[in-house]
Nanobody, 120 residues
């Protein structure tokens, strides 16, 4: 499975962005897809995840609950992250990720990342 993230950019505090992750290859094997982010000088952290096989069962980090929404268009093999109410602390490189194993919380497939910068 190959993943390609896009949609990052520069936005002011309070603004919105929509990230997109295009999946290709053996997408029918995917069970779980998610978004992670890594801010400068910090470790990568979980943002949101979705049960790809059913397109529901959403999970969010506490820091983004109520502001970010993860969704998918399985027919087009595309994952989205709608980000509203952006804050400077949301500045990071955002990665989409996927995995086929329902018995773990690990992710085997990773996209290249897209940079989100929130100005104050």
């Amino acid at each position: 499975v190959q993943l390609q993230a896009s949609g990052g950019g520069l936005v002011q505090t309070g603004g919105s962005l929509r990230l997109t992750c295009a999946a290709s290859g053996r997408t029918s094997s995917l069970y779980r897809m998610g978004w992670f982010r890594q801010a400068p000088g910090k470790e990568r952290e979980f943002v949101a995840a979705i049960n790809w096989s059913v397109g529901s069962a959403y999970y969010y980090a506490d820091s983004v609950k109520g502001r970010f929404t993860i969704s998918s268009d399985n027919a087009r093999n595309t994952l989205f992250l709608q980000m509203n109410g952006l804050k400077p602390e949301d500045t990071a490189v955002y990665f989409c990720a996927g995995d086929s194993n329902p018995r773990t919380v690990l992710y085997s497939y990773w996209g290249q990342g897209t940079l989100v910068t929130v100005s104050s």
